[in-house]
């Protein structure tokens, strides 16, 4: 069982957009960044979004992070074939005093 | 560029020890930490710990305390994972990343916070079975 819960599977056509819930709790999302990370089956996992809402050099602004109180949001615009792959949410937890990472939730691009 | 190499695969048996190595390369090995994360087969990401490089200081995932080693060599910027007494569902690929840390206070105490991981090694596959 996760600390931060996520859907575990989205679905959407290409072109479409889709949006991606992690949920936690006081001690973790709400007063700690969020950072997402994709990952293609077989590959190390590449960060998308940190601290909330910045992305690295060369991610595309189709990538896109929000955070409201104790649950962040990853959205994906203009949806490509190339966009499936398992999506985490990720985050400290400052009474654990541990990284913590949601479940995981598989895009398939329909 | 800023990178990470892991060591290769592994095979071990059950009660054995496995050490991982990932050489950081591109950055300044001091100013990050690194952190350890698995991934089971088929299962999500799991944190494991994770260590400052500036000072050595460790932070281990309860589950996996009193078997876990995370240590540093800044002579070859090189960080090392050993666990110890290998179980079957310690078979996971372990990877590397490199993780952003700021000072929070806590409590009345400050005290490290990750924020976010990049890059990430490669990974390297653990296989335990007898």
């Known amino acids: 069982q996760s600390v931060l819960t996520q859907p575990p599977s989205v679905s959407a056509a290409p072109g479409q957009k889709v949006t991606i819930s992690c949920s936690g709790s006081s001690s973790n999302i709400e007063h700690n960044y969020v950072s997402w990370y994709q990952q293609v089956p077989g590959t190390a996992p590449k960060p998308l979004i940190y601290e909330n809402n910045k992305r690295p050099s060369g991610i595309p602004d189709r990538f896109s992070g929000s955070k409201s109180g104790t649950s962040a949001t990853l959205g994906i615009t203009g949806l490509q074939t190339a966009d499936e792959a398992d999506y985490y949410c990720g985050t400290w937890d400052t009474s654990l005093s541990t990284g913590v990472f949601g479940g995981g939730t598989k895009l398939t691009v329909l | 560029q800023v990178q990470l190499v892991q060591s290769g695969a592994e095979m071990k048996r059950p009660g054995a020890s496995v050490k991982v190595s990932c050489k950081a390369s591109?950055?300044?090995?001091?100013?990050?930490?690194i952190s350890w994360v698995r991934q089971a087969p088929g299962q999500g990401l799991e944190w494991m710990g994770w260590i400052s490089v500036y000072n050595g200081n460790t932070n281990y995932a309860q589950n996996l305390q009193g078997r876990v080693t995370m240590t540093t060599d800044t002579s070859t910027s090189t960080a090392y994972m050993e666990l110890r007494s290998l179980r079957s569902d310690d078979t996971a690929v372990y990877y590397c990343?490199?993780?952003?840390?700021?000072?929070?206070?806590?409590?009345?105490?400050?005290?490290?916070?990750?924020?976010?991981?990049?890059?990430w090694g490669q990974g390297t596959l653990v296989t335990v079975s007898s």
């Open positions: 990343a490199r993780a952003d840390i700021s000072m929070i206070t806590f409590g009345g105490v400050v005290v490290p916070r990750l924020n976010w991981f990049d890059p």
């Open positions: 591109g950055y300044t090995f001091t100013s990050y930490g």
